[in-house]
């Protein structure tokens, strides 16, 4: 974080005003990911994405499912300041689903897609 400090002059007072500004040139952090699936419904699972972002995160994230060789994109919705969550229904029984890719953009425009292994 940078800070710029202005002087001027404001009914015959001179004046500081101090405004703080991010340059920020780096990609969202991954931290963590899950998937879950429902121990009872055998179709629910639960995704959650855990990233950083020195400007803050945008207010989605995009992951891509591998469901028996298959992709599948979802949005996940950002639920608290650092972490994107949603339940996804794959009607397919006893699937095999994983994380694939996860995609992060911060307010900046910086993005990167991960591949998870």
């Known amino acids: 974080m940078a800070e710029i400090l202005k002087y001027f002059y404001f009914a015959g007072s001179l004046v500081r005003k101090s405004i703080d500004?991010?340059?920020?040139?780096?990609p969202p952090k991954l931290i963590a990911h899950k998937l879950r699936r429902d121990s009872k419904n055998k179709?629910?699972?639960?995704?959650?994405?855990?990233?950083?972002?020195?400007?803050?995160?945008?207010?989605?994230?995009?992951?891509?499912?591998?469901?028996?060789?298959?992709?599948?994109?979802?949005?996940?919705?950002?639920?608290?300041d650092d972490v994107y969550s949603k339940n996804i229904y794959i009607n397919a029984g006893d699937s095999e689903v994983f994380i694939k890719y996860i995609s992060l953009e911060d307010y900046t425009g910086n993005s990167k897609k991960y591949t998870i292994e």
């Open 43 to 80: 179709n629910e699972y639960f995704v959650k994405i855990t990233a950083s972002d020195i400007s803050g995160l945008t207010k989605k994230a995009i992951v891509t499912l591998s469901v028996n060789s298959a992709e599948r994109e979802i949005v996940l919705k950002l639920t608290n």
């Open 21 to 26: 500004f991010i340059k920020d040139s780096e």
